[in-house]
């Protein structure tokens, strides 16, 4: 195809997404890739003297085409692949990492930087500051970055160092390609009503549906979560449970073309290697020292007190739970696997959800299925909506006419309140905000914000939320389960931590803070989903328009920290897996996946073989998460406190949104997040904040605290 006829090459506001051809991809890249390399090599060659405009920020802005273009190419990856568009992908990233790499091992423009630097010190020496906060933070962060792509190195390592980049860039591209195969080749075909023993009939209509939808008689279940996570907690069958275990729990670790586990050695081999060539005993002290917690120390420590905090109120949930299945059944469940069931547990992990469930009924009176008809995610969405409009001003505009690349995806302009003119009123725009909400082939597990474009100076942002929740059916909306609003939430709070950017610099904006920082924003949106005050506003019954009834939300807040132990120690295991694989020094005595995790994990349940999940561990096999899986329970510390200050102040207080707002949403990554912190809160962290909240939690709940 001429470059001249390609629509990505054209200028354009609004992506087009309706209009891009997958051959489109690769020409596009290939020419503003070339123009990238072109506009570096200025800043190399550059004659005049470096300075901060004609090389930091001239650096900030030589990709900038690039970035669009490849943003697009990436995303769409991810929510509407296909296998051509996965084959262009797998082509072109290399070469992406590739000019990366070149870039930010370039002595001449490292030498251009050390000048730049080196000269802001003369000047500070001299009580004059010649850059704002912003500016020497980009001047940080970009010397630093530099320093951490191998800038040092020399000859033989140096070209060592970005083979293994590259490398690692294909990798991970083929480890999420396998997960999402793996999962997409296997599905639960039952031609038996009585299959269906346990089974709302919500659930039952969409796996029909799903099965009409694929030209065959009776339901289909699949592993994409609106499937998988019902069966698995409502399904009486347990034989039927278990085999959807195990085909969810094999994802990627099948044995066949797509088995991850060659490729996760390869990865944690490389990391490995790439950390100790730039002086670092594992990856993850490569990794945390750009972090705040910032060592490995650090981070052992603050995982050993939180895992010694709620190891013994985990057990005490699955002792619960256990005790809970011996009540409704007229025996204890017979082990058919006897080979793996251990000392701890009668139950086997495909037991867990559905004996938690029941143990949830019994002890709050509250049925998950009975909520679903007041969350329809029309009125979820309006409610969010509201909840930004309230706090921030915020305003929400359906746009039908910006392009889309799935009927699925609608967009809303995003615009800050009503400003009154001479000539009446107006709305300053915001960005664009873009909502995929329902689980289809082409589209990855999962829930996540990325962005098409990000906020910088004047530019207003275009940000997308993904998530795989419950589909309507012929009959109904799309209802959603308690915990798909609470997600909605959480990305939201990431989709508004860029919306609400205000920074000079895409680099520094929105979500470009620290890995261990970044989900704060959205973790603290998650409170108000237990607000009885922010419930009222939107939580109505989707025939009859009656509200969710007080003893729904009084048994949703006493139920808010059910198992919470059990579930807090799954997030621990989860990170000390990761840990476990870039803790190593050499990546090549890494075994079986399996056997890794199951070393690393605290396990309470017996495991079952061929079950694992870190050959479907998108987070840090696949994204940027890797040897930062803990950061999850980090900030749901620095969250558990910030809420502390608008449940003070109350949880529609403007004021304090506003603080909350200007401090830390507005601010990205232009200062270092404790300072954010301190700014917000007027002090350091709380580290005892989630272990507070849970014991009050509990004290209300149960009656008295859980000791810690």
């Known amino acids: 195809m001429e470059t001249s006829d390609n629509i990505l090459l054209k200028e354009w506001e609004l992506p087009p997404l309706d209009r891009i051809c997958t051959d489109d991809y690769e020409p596009a890249v290939r020419a503003t890739l070339a123009e990238a390399e072109r506009n570096i090599e200025a800043i190399a060659t550059n004659p005049e003297a470096p300075t901060f405009a004609n090389t930091v920020e001239a650096l900030e802005r030589a990709s900038a085409r690039l970035d669009r273009v490849s943003a697009i190419m990436l995303n769409l990856n991810e929510c509407h692949t296909s296998e051509a568009l996965q084959d262009i992908v797998m082509r072109l990233e290399p070469e992406l990492t590739r000019f990366n790499m070149k870039v930010m091992t370039d002595r001449r423009l490292y030498e251009r930087v050390v000048e730049v630097e080196n000269g802001v010190r003369r000047a500070e020496s001299a009580t004059h500051y010649p850059l704002s906060t912003e500016q020497r933070t980009l001047l940080e962060e970009t010397l630093k970055g530099f320093r951490r792509h191998g800038v040092a190195l020399e000859g033989e390592a140096s070209e060592r160092y970005k083979k293994n980049e590259e490398e690692l860039s294909a990798l991970k591209l083929r480890f999420g390609q396998n997960a999402l195969a793996d999962l997409n080749d296997w599905t639960l075909h039952l031609t038996d009503a009585a299959d269906l023993e346990g089974l709302p009939e919500s659930v039952r209509t969409a796996a029909h549906e799903e099965a009409e939808s694929r030209g065959m008689e009776g339901w289909v279940f699949t592993l994409a979560h609106p499937s998988y996570g019902p069966f698995m907690t409502y399904s009486a069958r347990r034989d039927l449970r278990q085999r959807m275990y195990r085909a969810y729990g094999s994802i990627g670790n099948r044995g066949n073309e797509r088995d991850n586990n060659a490729t996760i050695r390869r990865i944690v081999e490389l990391r490995a290697e790439q950390a100790r060539m730039l002086g670092y005993d594992t990856y993850c002290d490569y990794v945390l020292e750009d972090r705040m917690v910032r060592s490995l120390s650090n981070l052992r420590h603050f995982m050993q007190d939180l895992k010694a905090a709620v190891l013994p109120a985990a057990k005490e949930d699955l002792l619960a739970v256990e005790n809970g299945e011996r009540r409704t059944e007229s025996e204890e469940i017979e082990i058919q696997d006897s080979e793996i069931r251990n000392q701890h547990s009668s139950l086997m992990p495909w037991d867990f959800a559905y004996y938690a469930e029941r143990l949830k009924r019994e002890r709050y009176d509250l049925d998950e299925e009975a909520l679903r008809p007041y969350f329809p995610l029309e009125a979820v969405r309006a409610g969010i909506f509201g909840l930004y409009n309230r706090l921030y001003g915020l305003c929400f505009e359906e746009a039908p006419e910006v392009p889309v690349y799935h009927p699925d995806v609608r967009v809303y302009r995003v615009s800050q309140g009503e400003r009154r003119t001479g000539n009446g009123e107006r709305r300053m725009e915001m960005g664009l905000l873009y909502l995929d909400m329902h689980p289809r082939a082409s589209k990855r597990s999962g829930a996540w914000m990325t962005e098409f474009r990000g906020q910088h100076g004047p530019v207003r942002p275009q940000i997308q939320v993904v998530c795989n929740f419950s589909k309507p059916t012929a009959d109904t909306p799309a209802l959603l389960r308690f915990s798909e609003v609470e997600t909605f939430m959480h990305e939201m709070g990431h989709a508004m931590h860029g919306m609400l950017s205000e920074v000079q610099y895409e680099s520094l904006g929105g979500t470009n803070v620290k890995r261990d920082f970044v989900e704060m924003p959205s973790q603290v949106m998650e409170n108000w989903c237990y607000e009885p005050e922010f419930l009222a506003t939107f939580a109505r019954h989707w025939k009859t328009g009656e509200p969710l009834p007080t003893e729904y939300i009084e048994k949703i807040r006493a139920a808010q920290n059910h198992l919470a132990g059990w579930y807090c120690l799954r997030q621990l295991n989860l990170g000390l ?76 207080n403007t004021e304090t949104a506003a603080s909350f707002r200007r401090e830390i949403l507005s601010r990205g990554g232009t200062e270092h997040p404790a300072v954010l912190f301190r700014n917000f809160m007027g002090r350091d962290p709380d580290q005892q904040a989630l272990l507070k909240r849970m014991n009050l939690i509990y004290q209300e709940a149960l009656g008295s605290p859980r000791k810690s």
């Open 577 to 652: 897996t990761d840990l476990a694989f870039h803790t190593v020094p050499d990546g090549t005595a890494v075994g079986k996946a399996e056997e890794v995790e199951a070393a690393a994990m605290e396990n309470l349940l017996p495991r079952v073989e061929g079950c694992c999940t870190a050959t479907n561990f998108s987070h840090i096999f696949g994204g940027g998460y890797a040897s930062g899986y803990y950061g999850y329970k980090w900030a749901e510390v620095l969250d558990a406190d910030i809420f502390s200050r608008f449940k003070h102040d109350g949880i529609f």
